[in-house]
């Protein structure tokens, strides 16, 4: 009885698991989209790029390594 309880535990514990993975991955696509889509001006050129393509440094956004020197 104790063995079939423990295997019962377990199997419930590895679906939660399988459910908060199947649930989140969607989530983290939406975040992602959102956060590609904020556009970002390079305080040197003006050129809009994507946030997570900007380089940020002292609350300015620079489109390269080269406008941020
Ligand atoms: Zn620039």
Same mark, same amino acid.
């Given at each position: #009885?104790?063995?079939? !309880?423990?295997? &019962? =535990?377990?199997?419930?514990?590895? #679906?939660?698991?399988?459910?908060?993975?199947?649930?989140? !991955? /969607?989530?983290?696509? &939406?975040?992602? %989209?959102?956060?590609?889509?904020? #556009?970002?001006?390079?305080?040197?050129? !003006? =050129?809009?790029? /994507?946030?997570?393509?900007? &380089?940020?440094?002292?609350? !300015?956004?620079?489109?390269? %390594?080269?406008?941020?020197?």
């Amino acid at each position: #009885m104790g063995i079939i !309880k423990l295997i &019962i =535990i377990v199997l419930f514990v590895w #679906m939660g698991f399988w459910l908060l993975k199947k649930f989140r !991955k /969607p989530i983290d696509r &939406i975040k992602q %989209k959102s956060s590609s889509n904020i #556009m970002l001006a390079c305080s040197v050129c !003006k =050129i809009h790029i /994507p946030r997570n393509e900007a &380089i940020i440094q002292n609350n !300015k956004a620079y489109c390269s %390594k080269e406008h941020l020197e």
